[in-house]
């Protein structure tokens, strides 16, 4: 049984990260973002009450999220185990997750700024099945179109330079806390995200073991 948090800014490339890891692990990769730009797409209720929250790079209501997450993690699936991945954002998160679920290992990852932003900007994603290109980094082989089902990448709203600088207010407000909750319970482990996808993906399979 194997269940992760992966903690780390936006850009750090925990989504990437864990598409892989779940991959290999034969887990379900757990992103509440995904989770939430799908309930929007869709135009659910809580798709549309999100929506403004996260184009503008706040973070959702607790209430919203943990709906939509407390869903997905009692699916059959992730009995075995899963790489939650952006959840949980806050404390409040945190403590309401102790109560569905105990983790085995949560990683955090580190990576200066400027780094960050070069990322987030250059970052597109297919809107069909979520995966996750760089312009320079991770490029199409075809350009602008997704490897899998050839759709059209877009760039996300919140990857907009104001929506960013929200973005890595609130994670140093509400989620970078989340560290110190962690150290404290034995559960951390922290990671070098910098390097390419594969440096990062090996320096990983160590702390998972
Ligand atoms: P997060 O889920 O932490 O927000 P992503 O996995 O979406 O981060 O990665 C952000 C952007 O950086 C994406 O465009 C991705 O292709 C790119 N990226 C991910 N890992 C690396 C890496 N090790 N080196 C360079 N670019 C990366
Ligand atoms: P991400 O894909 O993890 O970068 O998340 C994109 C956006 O979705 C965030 O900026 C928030 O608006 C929202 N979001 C994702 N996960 C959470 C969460 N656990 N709590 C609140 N908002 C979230």
Redesign the pocket.
Known sequence: MTRIVFL???????????ARLAAELGIPHL?T?DMLRAAVAQRTPLGLEAQGHIEAGRLVPDDLVLRILTERLGRPDARAGFVL??FPRNLAQAERLEQITPLDLVVA?EIPAAQLVE??S???ICPACQT???VT??PPKVPGRCDFDGTELVQRPDDRPEAVRTRLAVYAQQTAPLVDHYTRRGLLRTLD?????E??ARRLRQLVG
């Open positions: 780390g800014p936006p850009g750090a490339g925990k989504g990437t990260q864990a992103s973002g991945d952006g990852f990322r987030l250059g970052r597109r996750v290109y760089h980094n991770r995200a910098t390097g390419s996808p440096d990062v």
